[in-house]
């Protein structure tokens, strides 16, 4: 059973950057489809970058595309999510998602992951 743990939220100002940590475990030696999420209040949960554990693909939403940057550690089992230059828009709950990567399905489609972390805030103000 796969578990996430989410770490590196917090509030900045505009323009202002952060990096999240996502820590995995419990996986073993197979291969998983890794996603950032992001819900704001009152908003559906959105897909904003997406990895898989060996490095082939990476995506990203649009509204991210050149300030958002996601990477892997594999020795430490961890995936990074850079934010530069953030703008308020980017305030969410963000949330890191797992899912094995033979699954089919939209990368970005939050109903197609398996596992889930808790959560950790980013807050962006101007």
């Known amino acids: 059973h796969v578990q996430l743990v989410e770490s590196g939220g917090g509030s900045v100002q505009a323009g202002g950057h952060l990096r999240l940590s996502c820590a995995a475990s419990?996986?073993?030696?197979?291969?998983?489809?890794m996603a950032w999420f992001r819900q704001a209040p009152g908003e559906e949960r959105e897909g904003v970058a997406q990895i898989y554990t060996d490095g082939s693909v990476t995506n990203y939403a649009d509204s991210v595309k050149g300030r958002f940057t996601i990477s892997q550690d594999n020795n430490k089992n961890t995936v990074y999510l850079v934010m530069s230059n953030l703008k308020p828009e980017d305030t969410a709950m963000y949330y890191c998602a797992a899912r094995p990567a033979r699954k089919m399905g939209w990368v970005f489609d939050p109903s197609t992951y398996n596992y889930w972390g808790q959560g950790t805030q980013v807050t962006v103000s101007t």
């Open positions: 419990g996986g073993g030696s197979s291969s998983y489809c």
